[in-house]
């Protein structure tokens, strides 16, 4: 596609429930990576992909996120028993990969935003 | 670890007037990118220039300049002839050279508002 593509834009849920945010990154980018930015944190980044290798998952704030990707393609973001601090919205971001400036620079999707009520 | 820090949480600015939104990081390290971001209303998280560490000359694109000084560890954003399109939150970044499983750090953000 054009660029990052996100779903949903929005997510209400209940606290307890799970949910499943989905990022499809722009055509040919193998470097995909998964951002949270919440009032109180700011920008954190949570996990980045590259290619079909196994994440650094050292950036999840708990073990009750998890991330995966499959094909090296369509990355999915999934939130087990959501507590209401994991209010925030989830932005996604995609580049060509690594070696240079042009090939490390991430674009980003129009974000997912989760209230956990 | 790399910090970002943005000092003006909020800023004002005539529309057609110039702006300058500052930003500082520390790191130990000598090569590295620096970004700024814009990000509107919309929430996109929209990409408005880049600077490589290992380049002394300051990067331009078209409205926008930075100033880059890398002994002092300080990288402004210049928004020449402001235009009511430019509101929005401006986030600073940085990523490590070659990153690899490091993601960018982002400064607080400082929040642009053009005056009509």
Not at chain 1, 45 to 72: C, H, M, V, W
Not at chain 1, 85 to 108: H, I, K, M, N, W
Not at chain 2, 30 to 39: A, C, E, N, R, V
């Amino acid at each position: 596609g054009a660029g990052v593509s996100q779903s949903p834009s929005n997510k209400v849920t209940e606290k307890g429930k799970d949910v499943e945010l989905r990022c499809d990154p722009i055509s040919g980018h193998t470097a995909l990576y998964w951002y949270r930015q919440s009032l109180g944190q700011g920008l954190e980044f949570l996990i980045y992909f590259q290619g079909n290798s196994a994440p650094d998952k050292s950036g999840l704030p708990s073990d009750r996120f998890s991330a995966e990707r499959t094909g090296g393609s369509v990355s999915t973001l999934t939130i087990q028993r959501t507590q209401q601090e994991d209010s925030a919205v989830y932005l996604c971001a995609s580049s060509l990969g690594t070696g240079g400036p042009v090939r490390e620079t991430q674009y980003f999707g129009p974000g997912t935003r989760l209230l956990v009520l | 670890a790399q910090t970002v820090t943005q000092s003006q949480p909020e800023m004002s600015v005539q529309e057609a007037e110039t702006v300058t939104l500052s930003c500082t990081y520390d790191t130990s390290e000598s090569d590295y990118y620096l970004f700024w971001y814009k990000q509107p209303p919309s929430r996109q998280m929209i990409l408005v220039i880049r600077q490589e560490a290992y380049k002394q000359q300051n990067a331009t694109e078209n409205r926008f300049s930075v100033n880059f000084q890398k002994a002092a560890k300080s990288f402004s954003l210049k928004i020449s002839d402001s235009q009511l399109g430019d509101a929005a939150m401006y986030f600073c970044a940085y990523r490590t050279l070659g990153g690899g499983a490091d993601g960018l750090t982002f400064g607080k953000g400082t929040h642009l508002i053009i005056q009509p």
